[in-house]
């Protein structure tokens, strides 16, 4: 069996990052244990389980969104409150029990349960309209906050003293509650009425009682159930963990004697941030990284020449022809995300410069970050750098607010608006939005792996600064170490579709080192390295 370990936290705590539907998506759910598992979830290609450590009342939602629904699962939380239930259900609030009198408010974002004309209740919901979570209220003042479960019940309640959190109860399903975690210490307290967690492993269960009543933490009891599951389980199990702050110290002592293979995606974990991170290096049984440059940071940060270590992209590619052509104009992409502001300056001026050579050229500033008031932030930057270097900042404006002439006696031509701003947080937009640019311009040391896979996968050219796997040099695109000579490899690719062509052709060659066969091919080689057994397939078909 292979367990895969994900980072799934809200800000560094031991719970999932579920939101009401009102409040915007700070960041894409999407990293490498997403992808991990639905290449072997959808080719049927090893027997895998996700090991969760979070308390997540609404993974089932999570897995849903991922395409992943019915990837098996193992919760450490379920198993602290002694949870059986797997299955969703619908919840309807109207079924609670509401005092007598009670009045119903909808409003667009929330549904307040008002009490002789004072606020009892505000019932918050989640993205597929599944309340997740309502507010108590005693005069006027937040005093309780009940977390529900998207299998029908009340997962966890949070006590408040003077509208701040005193401590939060884990429940079981008929609402007894199992632990409780004092927020301003952290101690956690069990109930001596039921002082017993559940084991399920193999159709089996196992209850077993709690060493203590009272921990010094939450991660305390994270460990004792965690290390009494791993011991039901098979010597030869793999444990494939996502490594992350929050849990690898825990994990590098629950793990000791198990085979381990340690999985790196972007920035999420520092091996220089992390004393303990050579340690767990030096005791893994292999590495798994996103791309070859993270290869070599790698080894850079754990002072050491790693042999066991490959790179595996967390995302596939696929041909999926672009719609850039059918537009009139040629979209470029830059994305802006971490540019410090001289080289978005330096950028902003040469962009603009080429715009004063090709009018039928448009600039989308692309950006990750889903701040309410990103876009205008961005344009305005732009529109500042525009002025400074002398070319027209009105090609920075916001479309809503461009130069449009209302009166048809205006005089003045309007300014055409030619910087734009793509706000994409999770994966779909992006590709959404990539299948509309003709070339991608990332000038950032490190360009973004998801952005890189895309644009090979639709067939786009690329300029980068730095080399990468997925541009080969005046081919698919173009390595540019000196910034100033951008405009001129926007006209190699823009100026006729000759060598555009041939970068599309390049891409669609390169789409073949990175399809779900060779993926998995990679991963079988990892498997047999660390001692899985071998029959690691694409679907029915055993890789040869």
Sequence with gaps: MLYFIPAWYQQNQWCENEQRWTVRRMHTEFDDTVKQIQLFHRNKAYPYQIMLLSFAPNFRHFLHRQGMYRAPY???????????????????????????????????????????????????????????????YQNGK???????????????TIIFENEQPLHQDYLMENGTWKMRHFLRDGHVEINEKCPEYLL?????????????????????????????????????????????????????????????????????YSVASHPEGPDMI????????????????????????LSNIMAIPPYDSRVDAGISLQFDVQKIMVPIDGIADEEFAELIRLLGEYLLMNENAQIHLFTRSAEYDRKQKVLEHARNELRLAGLEEGWAVEEEKGNVAENILELEEPVPIRF?????????????????????????????????????????????????????????????????????????????????????????????????????????????????????????????
């Excluded at 996968?457 to 730095?466: A, D, E, F, K, L």
């Design 200 to 268: 399920q492993y193999q159709g089996e269960e196992y209850r077993k009682r709690y060493a203590k009543l009272r921990y010094d933490n939450l991660e305390q009891v994270i460990y004792e159930v965690l290390t009494s599951y791993l011991d039901l389980t098979d010597e030869r199990d793999i444990f494939c963990v996502a490594m992350h702050g929050q849990h690898v110290r825990l994990l590098g002592e629950a793990l000791k004697n198990k085979k381990r293979i340690l999985s790196f995606f972007e920035e999420r």
């Design 420 to 544: 734009f701003v793509e706000q994409c947080v999770d994966e779909l937009s992006v590709s959404k939005c990539m299948r509309e640019q003709r070339v991608l311009v990332d000038m950032r040391e490190v360009p973004e792996l998801y952005l890189q896979i895309t644009a090979i996968s639709i067939g786009i050219p690329q300029i980068v600064r730095t080399k990468t796997e997925f541009v080969e040099h005046s081919r698919n695109g173009i390595i540019l170490r000196d910034m100033e000579r951008l405009p001129k490899a926007l006209h190699y690719y823009l100026d006729g579709l000759r060598n555009w062509n041939r970068a599309m052709v390049c891409s669609y060659e390169l789409v073949k080192e990175y399809t779900t066969e060779k993926l998995l091919e990679k991963w079988r080689e990892v498997m047999e390295s660390v001692g899985g057994d071998s029959y690691l397939t694409v679907g029915e078909r055993e890789l040869e």
């Design 142 to 156: 937040l005093h309780r906050r009940n977390n529900y479960d998207d299998r029908g019940f009340i997962s966890s």
């Design 74 to 136: 193992w919760s450490c939380f379920d198993a602290m409150q002694e949870v059986r239930r797997k299955k969703a259900v619908v919840l309807s609030f109207h079924n609670l029990k509401w005092p007598e009198g009670i009045e119903f408010v909808y409003t667009p974002f929330v549904v307040v349960a008002m009490l002789k004309k004072e606020r009892y209740a505000q019932i918050d919901f989640g993205e597929d309209g599944n309340p997740i979570r309502i507010d108590l």
């Design 282 to 305: 030096k005791e893994a049984d292999y590495l798994v990284v996103d791309s070859n440059k993270s290869v070599d940071k790698l080894q850079e940060e754990a002072g050491m020449l």
